[in-house]
């Protein structure tokens, strides 16, 4: 079975940071580029940063939103089949529902969502 488990999010002030967990079961975590999606009310679904199945170590490289550049970075861990949203300088901007995405010509996976509210 087949599962995308995010956790991380919550309450935080203007210029806080919070760190969102994905924790990957029942498919080859190492086969898929991961991905942080956010959704705010009202709004489509906005992708906000990628990371290749091989992480960054062999020489890949990771993308992010233009709106998140220089606050947030992306990160995987293939042996605990983890991915990680470190997101700092927060605005109340980035509330969301944020969800974690597995992607790969073999299919995509979603997680159900974490909550993220930036509000003072």
């Known amino acids: 079975q087949v599962q995308l488990v995010e956790s991380g999010g919550g309450l935080v002030q203007p210029g806080g940071s919070l760190r969102l967990s994905c924790a990957a079961s029942?498919?080859?975590?190492?086969?898929?580029?991961m991905n942080w999606y956010r959704q705010a009310p009202g709004k489509e679904r906005e992708l906000v940063a990628t990371?290749?199945?091989?992480?960054?170590?062999?020489?890949?490289?990771?993308n992010y939103a233009d709106s998140v550049k220089g606050r947030f970075t992306i990160s995987r861990d293939n042996a605990k089949n983890m991915v990680y949203l470190q997101m700092s300088s927060l605005k109340p901007d980035d509330t969301a529902v944020y969800y974690c995405?597995?992607?790969?010509?073999?299919?995509?996976?979603w997680g159900q969502g974490t909550q993220v509210t930036v509000s003072s």
């Open positions: 995405n597995a992607y790969a010509r073999l299919g995509t996976y």
């Open positions: 029942g498919f080859t975590f190492s086969r898929y580029a």
């Open positions: 990371i290749p199945s091989t992480g960054t170590s062999a020489g890949g490289r990771t």
